[in-house]
């Protein structure tokens, strides 16, 4: 393994996003906070208990998830097409590394991103709510999977897209609205059985699930379904992408 290479790829990504830090960082806090104030405390002190916590204790794990799945999909995505963009790929394809060697950078870049974004909310949220953390493994395990998985998918779309539109069709069209269905502001009970079912069937249920169970312990989801949707998609997302790094698709020309 290049180690000194590796690490250096790894410091470029990290500090892109520490250089861009307004937009990169105090956008997603400047927005959680909205988050907290509208619907912690302005739609929440009209909503009674949910299975014993305050309503805006129940929804702060779902507005962490958002934050850091956003954060970790625009850090590999964005990086991964303007290195295509600005045609200085080539300077990472010649150098001594091998296609996992590149994904890991890339990955790591993306989970930092979304960590330091993830756990920022977290302490914002310290100042509103009783901000707590019950199972500090899963937590941890949560936000460190999920951003592996939108790194990931974030460098399948950095390769996919044609231009800087297309960076923000899946995540306005796919990431956000499933999100938002996964029970970020709700719990799966208030919903009628068959809307339920569909719930159930969303990926993303069990990412806000998991990480509200590790932070309140309260769990609505099969935790071992959502197990196996996680290491699923990251075997699947990372061979895909080890993939089509071998082949050189949309990389090399």
């Known amino acids: 393994m290049n180690a000194i290479g590796l690490s250096t790829f790894i410091r470029r990504e990290i500090e892109r996003f520490l250089r861009t830090y307004i937009q990169s960082i105090l956008s997603p806090w400047v927005s959680a906070i909205l988050y907290i104030v509208v619907f912690g405390f302005i739609v929440g002190s009209r909503i009674s208990l949910i299975d014993g916590v305050k309503y805006i204790d129940f929804v702060l794990p779902g507005i962490v998830m958002l934050n850091l799945i956003t954060a970790s999909f625009s850090q590999t995505s964005f990086s991964l097409y303007f290195q295509r963009f600005a045609r200085h790929i080539e300077e990472v394809l010649i150098a001594p590394f091998s ?36 199972h500090f493994g899963l937590f941890l395990f949560y936000a460190v999977s999920v951003s592996i998985i939108f790194s990931l998918l974030g460098l ?25 269905l996964g029970g970020v502001f709700n719990s799966v009970k208030m919903l009628p059985a068959k809307a339920q079912f569909f719930v159930r069937l969303n990926p993303f249920f069990y990412f806000v699930d998991g990480l509200r169970y590790s932070m309140i312990g309260i769990q609505e989801a099969n935790q071992w379904i959502g197990f196996i949707i996680i290491f699923g998609l990251i075997f699947g997302f990372g061979g895909l992408v080890w993939y089509l790094f071998k082949i050189g698709w949309r990389l090399r020309t």
């Open 156 to 180: 399948l779309v950095g390769l996919w897209a044609d231009n800087f539109e297309q960076l923000s069709i899946l995540n306005t069209f796919i990431i956000m609205p499933l999100t938002f």
């Open 99 to 134: 296609f996992f060697e590149m994904i890991f950078g890339y990955v790591v870049g993306g989970v930092a991103r979304g960590l330091v974004v993830g756990i920022g909310v977290y302490v914002i949220a310290l100042f509103f709510t009783t901000a707590t953390i019950v």
